[in-house]
């Protein structure tokens, strides 16, 4: 009798390449079918990720000039499924393979250039990464990125507000900086008492501004465009004015007695800066955007303190990016973030947030190249663009 041998065929190499939105050579992004992979083996404190959707920012459209890195993979947000978690991010975190998350992390990140969110595969350190609640899509998850992060960090570390005891553990364990809070007359403020303005309300980082001022119980007040008052206060604003409105900054402070201290400007031209510190009272006040703001504007009242945020930075790595946003991983940010991290987690669980108005597109990847040029061009006004891969 014969026998038979089977051989075994021999084993597929490992793939080493995925689809990206990548830097192109020419001061572009390109979409890449032989991208790399993120590096292996994960980071402790890492999880990666097989990537369900992404989610579309301004700041996306920027990465161009002083800012690509070619090769460099684009994006910030995403959502997905966790192929793999280090010890740090299973044993600390709670992580594991097959959670569904979503994350905010920095793309086209000269650093890091193989990691970023518009991708078939991703890494994340998991203090930036929160799961999924089970009643929610992929799309839902992917609105949970870059603003809720930054909104935290320049509202309740940069202005000094107390988060309040509905914001726990941020409350508790990262209090606002004294000496920031001493910035502004009359000391740390109290909630129930305090007023402050969103410029940009019915923006993303505008609708998240505005749910945690009201979670830490401030009455908030916002600007908008006319077509988009109701959004802004299904949100909670208390009261919404026209920013394009000649008498915007006179009608908010006859609504404030002209006493408004506080506000964060989510969009950051000439044009908001200049309203937001008209806007603030006879006493001054703090002013914190999410971009760099016109130093000119700022100089034309001094007793109004500025400042300005980056997000990326609350991941407490170093920042490779041209000045004024280059700078050194900040330990502080860190703390804050892995503090506010459980903070947002216990927010989504409980049903307490929910994510900005979503526009869903099914085009993937290649999709979403045309949506950075919708973003570019204005054609999406209150909604936030998500792509499913």
Known sequence: MTTTTLIPAPAAPPKTTQTALIGGPNDDIILSTTAPLPPTPLEPDQVAVDVKAIGLNPVDTKMLGAFHTP??????????????????????????????????????????????????????PAHVVLKIRDDWSFAEGAGMGNAWYT???????????????????????????????????????????????????SSSTGTSAIQLLKLAGYRVIATASARNFELAKSYGADEVFDHSSPTVAADIRAATRNGLKYALDCITTPETTRLCYAALGRSGGRYVSLDPFSEAVAASRGVVKPDWVLGPEMVGEDIAWPAPHGRKGNPEARVFCEAWARTLQRLVDGNKVRVHPQLVRETGLEGALGGLDDIRTKKVSGKKLIYLL
């Not at 502004?184 to 305090?194: C, D, I, L, Q, S």
Request: hydrophobic residues 45%.
């Open 151 to 201: 909104v935290a960090w320049a509202l309740f570390h940069t202005m000094a507000l107390p988060a309040g005891p509905r914001l726990e553990p941020l409350n508790t364990e990262v209090p606002p900086p004294a000496e920031i809070a001493a910035l502004v007359r009359g000391g740390p403020p109290k909630p129930e008492a305090t007023t402050v303005l969103v410029s940009g309300g």
């Open 71 to 124: 090769g460099a993979v684009l994006g910030c947000e995403f959502a997905g499924v966790v192929t793999a978690a280090g010890p740090v991010a299973r044993e600390t975190w709670g992580f594991k393979e097959g959670d569904r998350l979503s994350g905010a992390i920095m793309g086209m990140n000269p650093l890091r250039p193989r990691v970023g969110a518009f991708a078939q595969h991703t890494v994340a």
